[in-house]
């Protein structure tokens, strides 16, 4: 069964300092792949997305996230990180052909001054 | 181009109540879907549709719970019955195509219903 797993439930990181988020996924064929951004209170803000071709892929507000294919891996990362970053992030996969996301557990990231 | 739009933000109901959770894709999208996220939980997948059709209905409870997208209108999530672990914050997101069909689908999301059941 295809799933998603994000380790890390809550992560905390100083205004400026690097980020990154893991995520990997179990499925059985080449995955579409998704990063979401949910503020507190408000819906989801999509991020980036993979398809296919290059395996960096660029973002809006300044993230990026990389496939490997070898460890089933899906990292978001950001080279600094701003106090308005803080906030709910998911990733999830999608099942191709079948419409449906499904979503890992979500990172929660907290930004210190 | 206004965005996915669900309505009411925010709802209060008492058990055994009935619940009527809509919403209005995108234009141009007849593909929808239906996410219920627990508190401190991910989004799960609840129901696909497309109009007047259920594709997938995988995720939905097998009481109390259904869904209808109409040719004319907004989908309607609805739950009759409400218990309190019907609590929840309902998405609904809505695309094209069906996310992964094709190069650059993605779905997009509204803000959101909060369902609080007292």
Known sequence: AQSVTQPDIHITVSEGASLELRCNYSYGATPYLFWYVQSPGQGLQLLLKYFSGDTLVQGIKGFEAEFKRSQSSFNLRKPSVHWSDAAEYFCAVAHKGGGKLIFGQGTELSVKP | ?118
């Open chain 2, 1 to 118: 181009n206004a965005g996915v739009m669900q309505n009411p933000r925010h709802l209060v109901r008492r058990r055994g109540q009935e619940a009527r959770l809509r919403c209005s894709p995108m234009k141009g999208h007849s593909h929808v879907y239906w996410y219920r996220q627990l508190p401190e939980e991910g989004l799960k997948f609840m129901v696909y549709l497309q109009k007047e059709n259920i594709i997938d209905e995988s995720g939905m409870p097998k009481e109390r719970f259904s869904a209808e997208f109409p040719k004319e209108g907004p989908s309607i999530l609805r739950i009759q019955q409400v218990v309190r672990g019907d609590s929840a914050a309902y998405f609904c997101a809505s695309s094209p195509r069906p996310p992964g069909s094709a190069l650059n689908t993605e779905a997009f999301f509204g803000q959101g219903t909060r369902l609080t059941v007292v």
